[in-house]
C-alpha cells in the first residue's frame, strides 16, 4: 500500500487497496466454501471496473498488470483480505469468549509484526530507529490510532462474517477524501472519483443487497 502512495495520491491508492472488501467475498468462497449471491457477484463486477477506471495513468490506458499503483493497491487489498478472514479463523479456533479470543489475536500479531518490522529495519536502515525516537510524538499517535483500529477490526470480525466486517468499515473511505483535501491538499481528477465511487458501491451492494 505504501507502495501504491508513490504512483497515486493518498485517497486513489487507498481506494485501490480498498478493494479488500471484494476480495474478501471471492476468498470466503474460495478457501471456506462460503455461498456468494447474484447481487454478491454484481458487487464483485462493479467493483472491479472501478479497479480498472482507477488504474488510468496520465499516459492513457494500461492494463493491471502493467500498472504499478494498481498492482501495489491491489496487491495490499489481497492481502488484507487474506489476513481477515485468517484471523476471524484463529480468532474462533480458541474457542473461548469472542472479546478475549480477538484480544489474544490481535496481542500476538501485534507482536510478530513488531518483531519483523525490527529485524527488516535493523537490516535495511537503522537510523528509523532513531528517527521513531526523535519523532516520539508523531509515532505514538499513529501507533494509537492504529492499535484502536486494529481492536475494532480483530473483534468485529471475530462476531460476524471478514466479508461484511470489511464492507461495512470501508466508511472509512469518506475519513481518507477528507484527509485527502484537508491536509495532503491533493487534487482528485473526475475519473479517479468515478472509479472511486465505484469501488464504494459496490461495497454498499456487498452490504445491503448481498
Not at 487497496?17 to 474478501?24: N, Q, R, S, Y
Not at 456468494?36 to 458487487?43: D, E, H, P, Y
Amino acid at each position: 500500500m505504501i507502495m501504491a502512495f508513490r504512483y497515486k495520491n493518498f485517497a486513489v491508492a487507498t481506494s485501490l487497496a480498498k478493494t479488500e472488501a471484494v476480495l474478501t467475498a471471492l476468498l470466503s468462497v474460495v478457501i471456506f466454501d462460503a455461498i456468494l449471491s447474484s447481487f454478491g457477484w454484481l458487487s464483485v463486477i462493479v467493483g472491479v471496473i472501478g479497479v480498472l477506471i482507477l488504474s488510468k495513468t496520465d499516459v492513457g490506458y494500461r492494463s493491471i498488470i502493467k500498472s504499478p499503483a494498481s498492482l501495489y493497491g491491489v496487491g495490499a487489498g489481497l492481502f488484507f483480505a487474506l489476513a481477515t478472514l485468517w484471523i476471524r479463523q484463529a480468532s474462533l479456533s480458541l474457542n473461548t469468549n469472542l472479546m478475549l479470543s480477538a484480544a489474544f489475536t490481535l496481542a500476538f500479531m501485534v507482536s510478530l509484526q513488531t518483531f519483523l518490522v525490527s529485524l527488516y529495519l535493523i537490516w535495511k536502515d537503522q537510523s528509523q530507529f532513531l528517527l521513531i525516537f526523535k519523532n516520539w510524538k508523531m509515532a505514538s499517535f499513529v501507533g494509537a490510532t492504529s492499535m484502536l483500529g486494529s481492536v475494532g477490526w480483530f473483534t468485529a470480525a471475530s462476531y460476524q462474517d471478514a466479508a461484511y466486517v470489511k464492507a461495512l468499515g470501508q466508511i472509512e473511505f469518506f475519513f481518507t477524501l477528507f484527509i485527502t483535501h484537508r491536509f495532503f491538499k491533493e487534487k482528485i481528477s473526475i475519473k479517479e472519483y468515478l472509479g472511486m465511487i465505484l469501488i464504494l458501491l459496490s461495497v454498499l451492494i456487498l452490504l445491503l443487497l448481498a
